[in-house]
């Protein structure tokens, strides 16, 4: 994506935080929204590059959280931004603050300050996308579709008041104290108002939710609250829908669970595991399962962090697929066959103590377990 240059109404020789912004915009915003926008007003005048993925760098949120808070602020008319013919956003115009939110505010200076790329290394707004008060001026270009945004908002105790008090409203907050095994907290019920208010989701997409999420043993609304916003990302708006795409991740989960004789909902840490080795490691799955094969021969305690031995060795030996383990194990055989006579000792040694005590070397059941 292209660098952006950042311009306002007026110069400023150092970051200055209006009041206005304090008082009335940053108490609805999220953190997100009250970082790019601050960090928006710090680098007006450096010296420095900015882009989209660079933003999203500097405070570890996606592109999408970048867009989805430079879109916020465009509506609450903070800033403007500039497109060029290809619909390519190449510039960000803050605008001057003025009492009344979510009113124009009053700009002292139509026309952007120009800065040149020479000195801040910031490519000058498109002449397209600069706004002129004279006849002359062009239309703005159309931008492309908004990004979906789904900010929560702050809800006030009327607002849950009436929510409590709908007809549907005591079956749902019930059924959700049911999965809980605890009376919902006030914070608790408005993210339930959060879902069928912004997220539109039906009451019998909320149970799933619940559901969905209880059953992997998650209980806390933040992480439930992140599941309902990722479905709605994903366009999710039935049981049946957040089945289908739930299940792509679950049937990996659970198959690899499978082949490692374990049953029940996996622990934090073994989805850790498991996502490492298909996403990090990038292994297919017939790898993953020739790992799972070799680690339940080899021990019935720690298979997880077997396993993770064993795939890790392979990545580091650049093993890409089933047909590679083959060479990786002849060459292990090699090594072993030329290691001086008291490092084999050595080797059995540590394999006949692994079948007597409780603790276990894994390195060495590893390096044991490739040599078969």
């Known amino acids: 994506m292209a660098s952006l240059t950042i311009y306002q109404d007026s110069p400023m020789d150092v970051t200055i935080v209006p009041n206005l912004f304090i008082d009335e915009y940053m108490k609805d915003a999220n953190d997100a929204q009250i970082k790019v926008y601050l960090y928006l007003l710090r680098m007006t005048h450096s010296r420095q590059a900015i882009s989209i993925p660079g933003i999203a760098d500097q405070f570890n949120h996606t592109e999408k959280d970048v867009l989805r808070s430079l879109k916020y602020w465009e509506k609450h008319r903070l800033l403007d931004l500039d497109y060029d013919g290809e619909k390519n956003l190449v510039g960000i115009h803050i605008r001057g603050l003025a009492p009344g939110k979510d009113t124009p505010p009053a700009v002292s200076c139509d026309s952007p300050i120009p800065v040149p790329p020479s000195a801040t290394g910031l490519q000058p707004a498109p002449a397209a996308a600069q706004k002129g008060t004279g006849a002359s001026a062009k239309e703005p270009l159309s931008e492309p579709p908004a990004i979906p945004t789904f900010e929560k908002p702050v809800y006030s105790a009327d607002q849950l008041k009436a929510f409590k008090e709908r007809q549907d409203t005591a079956q749902l907050l019930f ?116 790992a799972c094969q070799r680690t339940v021969l080899a021990t019935d305690k720690h298979r997880f962090e077997y396993a993770e031995g064993i795939l890790s060795s392979w990545k580091a030996q650049n093993v890409h697929h089933k047909s590679d383990i083959r060479k990786a194990d002849d060459l292990y055989q090699q090594k072993r066959k030329s290691a001086p006579a008291q490092e084999r000792i050595r080797q059995t040694g540590n394999r006949f103590n692994q079948f007597t005590q409780n603790t276990y070397d894994f390195d060495a059941l590893e390096q044991e377990l490739l040599s078969n």
């Open 175 to 290: 059924i959700a104290e049911s999965y809980i095994g605890k009376p919902l907290t006030p914070s608790e019920m408005k993210t339930i108002l959060y879902f069928t208010d912004v997220l539109h989701f039906s009451d019998d997409l909320t149970d799933y939710l619940l559901q969905y999420c209880v059953g992997r043993g998650k209980k806390d609304f933040k992480y439930i609250e992140k599941v309902a916003v990722n479905w709605a990302a994903e366009g999710i708006t039935t049981p049946r829908e957040a089945r289908q795409y739930s299940s792509r991740y679950d049937k990996n989960v659970y198959t690899i669970m499978n082949e490692l004789g374990k049953s029940g909902s996996p622990t934090g840490k073994e989805v850790e595991y498991i996502n490492r080795w298909i996403k990090e490691y990038a292994f297919p799955m017939d790898v993953i399962f020739e």
